[in-house]
């Protein structure tokens, strides 16, 4: 076992999905507020020790499946350069720690790390094998991510951030079991039973559904008198062109170059995405912060 095996295993990549904690600091317009910043900070590295401690978990669950797919298999549990007995007590290890930090930042926080530490227990050992509960337990983690970052500085949960999240996390979910689907083909359900419920047809009348509502949701967000007061701007909805090019960008990947399996891998090495998500971001601080 090498620290090259064990890194892999905790998949760093994956930690770009807890930049969501950042949402709260940013629409509450407190990025000059050294101490949220800092708060945020601690809570993101909590988060990326947590999630990976779920994926240690998820790859010794799921050891036997993923020595049948194609690109699991080469994963360091399923090809047998970690042990089963090592990566649970890493799992312990990543688990004590971070649930233990995340009290000692704040007791709210903590509560809502313990709720999506358990949400994810129950995903890798019954949820993720019942049909579209398995992809809304997705989603689920992200509006807790979301949550998080709000909790951990104190400020309010805004219902906008969480339905837009909840729609994009919904659609980034059905968007990978479509891609689970198409590589896998014929040996779909023996790497994931819970893929027997599914069809190309039905994702993609999932994707539609979700698609249209994340499009419609930020739009209403961004046009909300109640959000043009605290945010101090009527122009928020300048970004929605973005939202709009991120979502047809994502369809085109996931339809014509079969993408779509890790929305983090898309998200690293299409360039395209990568760069309509930092001009958003961007336009976002400008307007929220400077006009």
Known sequence: MSMRSILITLRPQQWVKNFVLFAGLIFSQNLSNS?????????????????????????????????????KSNRPIARGDIKISTAIVLFIILAIVSLGLSYWLSPSF????????????????????VVIIDVMCLALGFVLRAVAGAVVIGVEISAWLIVCTTLLALFLGFGKRRHELMLLENQATEHRKILSEYSLYFLDQMISVVTASTVIAYAFYTLSPEVE???????????????????????????????GGSPTQMLLNDKPILANIILWLISVVLLVYVF
């Not at 999630?51 to 194609?70: I, T």
């Not at 903590?110 to 227990?121: D, M």
Request: hydrophobic fraction near 50%.
């Open 35 to 71: 101490d949220m910043v800092l708060k945020t900070i601690i809570g993101f590295v909590l988060f990326c020790l947590l999630s990976s401690c779920v994926y240690v978990l998820n790859d010794v669950l799921d050891v036997e499946s993923d020595r049948k797919h194609p690109l």
């Open 229 to 259: 007061s605290k945010l101090g701007t009527t122009h928020m909805d300048l970004t929605i062109p973005f939202v709009l090019y991120g979502v047809f960008r994502y369809l085109y990947l996931i339809h014509r170059k079969e993408g």
């Open 110 to 129: 903590a509560l809502i790390a313990l709720g999506y530490f358990v949400l994810n227990l129950l995903y890798s050992l019954y949820l993720k094998q």
